[in-house]
């Protein structure tokens, strides 16, 4: 399954402007990435967004927004999903995609 065009559009209106932030096609998607670091990206209809540390991600998940990120049977520990249907407007999606602009940008450049 392709990845959800519209996700895209909508990340891409919020950071057309960031020249550090590239995009690389990744997990059948999309991920970015700042300094060469994964912080997030769409896999099916989903954001996944790396949060860095097991209890951010199980503190997001308890909330009831996020998901595990698991595609293959096993969670990438760190990583959460939040499906489009959470996101409902370009501030909902900044406040998660910021959160892995964070993590990214806290490690050093590849």
Not at 8 to 33: H, N, P, T, W
Not at 53 to 62: G, P, V, W
Not at 64 to 75: K, N, Y
Request: hydrophobic content about 40%.
């Amino acid at each position: 399954m392709a990845y959800d065009q519209d996700v895209q559009q909508q990340i891409d209106a919020i950071y057309r402007a960031d020249q550090e932030l590239s995009s690389k096609r990744m997990f059948g998607g999309v991920c970015y990435l700042i300094r060469g670091n994964m912080a997030f990206g769409i896999y099916k209809d989903n954001i996944i967004v790396r949060l860095g540390s097991e209890d951010e991600a199980r503190r997001a998940i308890a909330s009831g927004e996020a998901f595990p990120f698991d595609i293959t049977g096993r969670v990438m520990k760190g990583w959460v999903m939040i499906p489009k249907s959470q996101l409902n407007s370009p501030e909902q999606y900044k406040r998660w995609l910021d959160k892995g602009l964070a993590f990214a940008q806290s490690l050093p450049p590849k």
